[in-house]
């Protein structure tokens, strides 16, 4: 019949101009193939009305064009058609014989924001004080002082971090914003556009979730001057710099929580929740993070709304660093009787906005993010939910939120995802958001939080893991690479200081196979447009094999992702694929005709280039 032929997406493939402003006429496309089909039109709203339009065809697709309307509308639209005299509709659902429901229907918010770059960019995460130690004169000295039970102690990068027990995060390797500089060059090799920084800002601990200073870089890691530094030169090599920052809660070292608890009336201690019992609120109930309230109007002007807000120092010069990661998002501002959250990141996006207007807001959301990713809020969210949680299933692990533990001692999955359940899980996850957010996603399996996919030994196949990172290369959004997952650095499974080993910088005990994957993808990549907005199809070649195809205005970006054990024998006979003759394997620059059969060896995954 029809199924997996006749298609449209929000993407550079089907709309043109893909970004469209209000009023703008917008031109719709949906691909019909060798079907034959009549009557085909697209339903959209305006004036608070259903409109149709009728489409005219053009080779293998049919296309109108429509109007944008005004905000806060956004463009909402469906196709129908008849087939064998029984009219079909199409929508992000699928085909039904009804037409589909308003959250099921193609949506492009209009003057949508988001910095274009971030759809082309490869991010690389990185733990400051795990990276590297370019400036031994701000290195941090055995006992130092004393936080939370522990005492500071100083380690060399050829040691292994210690669990909490014993560490209490304070044990410091040292790495700053002065390291991080000296491997521009590295990074700019491997193809990365965006950097990812975990926290900052002057703290206590090594995670420096603990901010004691919103104003200030931590002098352990260079300071106010590193930071100014390392933005100019990553900015030379046209790398973004985006920085962490908890605005959910302080340390409790900060100063404002020291004159709260010295004196319950004080102005500063307003600035946190309290329990009915008069005991201050923590997140999580980590007794050395304070929770943040911000009912308080004060502590909005301070952390991010007047022209001096701390949020807004870092983003102008002469820092000029290019957005914030925002860590446990979802949590900020709620408690049981209040619900800030929102409230919050809509005045955080329209303040920053007003200083920098291509910033981007990334928000920590293990779940799904859809209700933050409408345009006002977020440009993006962490994307565990539509990436990591699948791939890691795919691997064979078990979705982590089904674990023990927070999820850092993975159990095995019985029956890991196969090709068709990953294929509609990721069509699933990319259409539950507003269709433009799926090109801003930051898409990724690893980070400080999680246990490194590639250190459990128990499902870890270097062939299959290999193809696992080019679909995080090949999926709408930006992938981001957590620092030494490259190399295959070293790790365990249990909690996160496992995941945080000191990089190593060490090249013969480098997976020079593994780095050389992550440069051909980044490569890939790198300033494309075509790739980065896309159309994406999940196409089950067999139970155990995954094509992901990118289909671009200029060319074709495939992935066969394959974890079959025996040697597979594929034909590209989809009609997704007409119009393109030949093939190129990126990795060996081997060429061949489209209708050839490709041999995939076992466990091996392999990406084309078609043209």
Same mark, same amino acid.
């Not at 491997?183 to 090594?206: A, C, E, F, H, W």
């Not at 404002?256 to 201690?269: G, M, R, S, T």
């Not at 102008?316 to 929102?342: F, H, M, N």
């Given at each position: 019949?029809?199924?997996?032929?006749?298609?449209? !997406?929000?993407?550079?493939?089907?709309?043109?101009?893909?970004?469209?402003?209000q009023?703008?006429d917008?031109?719709?496309?949906?691909?019909?193939?060798?079907?034959?089909?009549k009557?085909?039109? %697209?339903?959209t709203?305006?004036?608070?009305?259903?409109?149709?339009y009728?489409?005219?065809?053009?080779?293998?697709?049919?296309? #109108?064009?429509?109007?944008?309307?005004?905000?806060?509308?956004?463009? @909402?639209?469906y196709?129908?058609f008849?087939? $064998?005299?029984r009219?079909?509709y199409?929508?992000?659902?699928?085909?039904?014989?009804?037409?589909?429901?308003?959250?099921?229907?193609?949506?492009?918010?209009?003057?949508?924001?988001?910095?274009?770059?971030?759809?082309?960019?490869?991010?690389?995460?990185?733990?400051p004080? @795990?990276? #590297?130690?370019?400036?031994?004169?701000?290195?941090?000295?055995?006992?130092?002082?004393?936080?939370?039970?522990?005492?500071?102690?100083?380690?060399?990068?050829?040691?292994?971090?210690?669990?909490?027990?014993?560490?209490?995060?304070?044990?410091?390797?040292?790495?700053?914003?002065?390291?991080i500089?000296?491997?521009?060059?590295?990074?700019?090799?491997?193809?990365?556009? %965006?950097?990812?920084?975990?926290?900052?800002?002057?703290?206590?601990?090594?995670h420096?979730f603990?901010?004691?200073?919103y104003?200030?870089?931590?002098?352990?890691?260079?300071?106010?001057?590193?930071?100014?530094?390392?933005t100019?030169?990553a900015?030379?090599?046209?790398?973004?710099?985006?920085?962490?920052?908890?605005?959910n809660?302080?340390?409790?070292?900060?100063?404002?929580?020291?004159?709260? =608890?010295?004196?319950?009336? #004080?102005?500063?201690?307003?600035?946190?929740?309290k /329990?009915?019992?008069?005991?201050?609120?923590?997140? =999580?109930?980590?007794?050395?993070?304070?929770?943040?309230n911000?009912?308080?109007q /004060?502590?909005?002007?301070?952390?991010?709304?007047?022209?001096?807000?701390?949020?807004?120092?870092?983003?102008?010069?002469?820092?000029?660093?290019?957005?914030?990661?925002?860590?446990?998002? &979802?949590?900020?501002? @709620?408690?049981?009787?209040? !619900?800030? #959250?929102?409230?919050?990141?809509?005045?955080?996006?329209?303040?920053l906005?007003g200083?920098?207007?291509?910033?981007?807001?990334?928000? $920590?959301?293990?779940?799904?993010a859809t209700?933050?990713?409408?345009g006002?809020?977020?440009?993006?969210?962490?994307?565990? *939910?539509?990436?990591?949680?699948?791939?890691?299933?795919?691997?064979?692990?078990?979705?982590?939120?089904?674990?023990?533990?927070?999820?850092?001692? &993975?159990?095995?999955?019985?029956?890991?995802?196969?090709?068709?359940?990953?294929?509609?899980?990721?069509?699933?996850?990319?259409?539950?958001?507003?269709?433009?957010?799926? *090109?801003? @996603?930051?898409?990724? *399996?690893?980070?400080?939080?999680?246990?490194?996919?590639?250190?459990?030994?128990?499902?870890?196949?270097e062939?299959?893991?290999?193809?696992?990172?080019m679909?995080l290369?090949?999926?709408?959004?930006?992938?981001?690479?957590y620092?030494g997952?490259?190399?295959?650095?070293?790790?365990?499974?249990?909690?996160?200081?496992?995941?945080r080993?000191?990089?190593?910088?060490?090249?013969?005990?480098?997976?020079?196979?593994?780095?050389n994957?992550?440069?051909?993808?980044?490569?890939?990549?790198?300033?494309?447009?075509?790739?980065?907005?896309?159309?994406?199809?999940?196409? &089950?070649?067999?139970?155990?094999?995954?094509?992901?195809?990118? /289909?671009?205005?200029?060319?074709?970006?495939?992935?066969?992702?394959?974890?079959?054990?025996?040697?597979?024998n594929?034909?590209?006979?989809?009609q997704i694929?007409?119009?393109?003759?030949?093939?190129?394997?990126? $990795?060996?620059?081997?060429?061949?005709?489209?209708?050839?059969?490709l041999?995939? &060896?076992?466990?091996k995954?392999?990406?084309?280039?078609? =043209?």
């Amino acid at each position: 019949m029809f199924k997996d032929i006749i298609t449209s !997406q929000v993407s550079s493939e089907f709309v043109s101009p893909l970004f469209p402003k209000q009023g703008d006429d917008v031109e719709l496309k949906i691909f019909t193939g060798d079907v034959k089909v009549k009557n085909v039109a %697209v339903f959209t709203n305006r004036f608070g009305l259903e409109w149709r339009y009728d489409m005219s065809q053009e080779s293998s697709y049919y296309k #109108c064009k429509v109007k944008a309307p005004y905000k806060p509308e956004g463009l @909402r639209y469906y196709f129908s058609f008849d087939y $064998e005299d029984r009219i079909y509709y199409l929508s992000k659902k699928g085909f039904t014989m009804w037409a589909p429901c308003a959250k099921d229907q193609f949506f492009i918010v209009t003057d949508y924001t988001s910095p274009k770059y971030i759809a082309s960019s490869t991010c690389y995460q990185i733990f400051p004080d @795990r990276f #590297c130690n370019g400036d031994k004169s701000n290195d941090v000295k055995d006992g130092e002082y004393v936080f939370n039970g522990g005492v500071v102690s100083a380690h060399t990068f050829d040691e292994i971090p210690d669990e909490y027990e014993k560490a209490r995060c304070v044990d410091f390797f040292n790495g700053d914003l002065k390291g991080i500089e000296e491997k521009l060059s590295y990074l700019n090799d491997l193809g990365i556009t %965006v950097l990812y920084i975990n926290p900052i800002l002057r703290s206590r601990t090594v995670h420096r979730f603990d901010c004691i200073d919103y104003f200030n870089v931590d002098e352990k890691l260079g300071g106010n001057e590193a930071l100014i530094s390392l933005t100019k030169k990553a900015h030379e090599l046209g790398i973004k710099i985006v920085i962490d920052i908890s605005i959910n809660h302080t340390g409790s070292d900060h100063e404002w929580f020291k004159k709260a =608890q010295e004196d319950p009336e #004080c102005e500063e201690a307003s600035y946190y929740y309290k /329990k009915e019992d008069g005991s201050f609120l923590y997140w =999580q109930d980590v007794d050395t993070l304070p929770q943040l309230n911000y009912n308080n109007q /004060k502590l909005r002007d301070i952390v991010y709304r007047s022209a001096d807000a701390a949020m807004k120092k870092f983003l102008l010069p002469p820092y000029s660093i290019d957005g914030w990661r925002l860590d446990v998002a &979802p949590e900020l501002g @709620r408690t049981e009787t209040d !619900q800030l #959250c929102k409230e919050v990141w809509r005045e955080v996006k329209t303040s920053l906005r007003g200083v920098k207007d291509d910033l981007y807001l990334v928000g $920590e959301d293990w779940n799904d993010a859809t209700e933050y990713l409408e345009g006002d809020m977020w440009d993006a969210t962490m994307n565990y *939910f539509g990436s990591g949680r699948l791939l890691r299933s795919w691997m064979g692990e078990k979705d982590r939120f089904q674990c023990g533990g927070w999820g850092h001692s &993975p159990e095995l999955e019985k029956y890991p995802m196969d090709a068709y359940t990953l294929a509609e899980a990721l069509k699933d996850t990319e259409n539950a958001s507003q269709d433009l957010s799926r *090109f801003f @996603r930051m898409n990724l *399996f690893d980070s400080h939080d999680t246990p490194r996919l590639h250190n459990n030994s128990a499902i870890y196949d270097e062939d299959i893991y290999k193809g696992v990172v080019m679909a995080l290369y090949m999926l709408p959004g930006m992938p981001n690479i957590y620092y030494g997952d490259e190399i295959s650095i070293g790790g365990k499974l249990g909690s996160v200081e496992a995941s945080r080993y000191p990089m190593v910088w060490d090249e013969s005990m480098w997976n020079k196979g593994m780095l050389n994957t992550h440069k051909i993808m980044g490569a890939l990549r790198k300033n494309n447009d075509d790739l980065a907005f896309a159309s994406a199809y999940y196409i &089950p070649l067999n139970k155990n094999t995954l094509a992901i195809f990118r /289909k671009g205005k200029e060319k074709g970006y495939l992935l066969l992702l394959n974890k079959n054990e025996e040697v597979q024998n594929i034909v590209l006979d989809n009609q997704i694929f007409k119009g393109y003759q030949e093939m190129k394997d990126i $990795e060996n620059g081997e060429n061949q005709k489209l209708d050839s059969p490709l041999s995939l &060896p076992s466990n091996k995954s392999r990406v084309f280039i078609l =043209q």
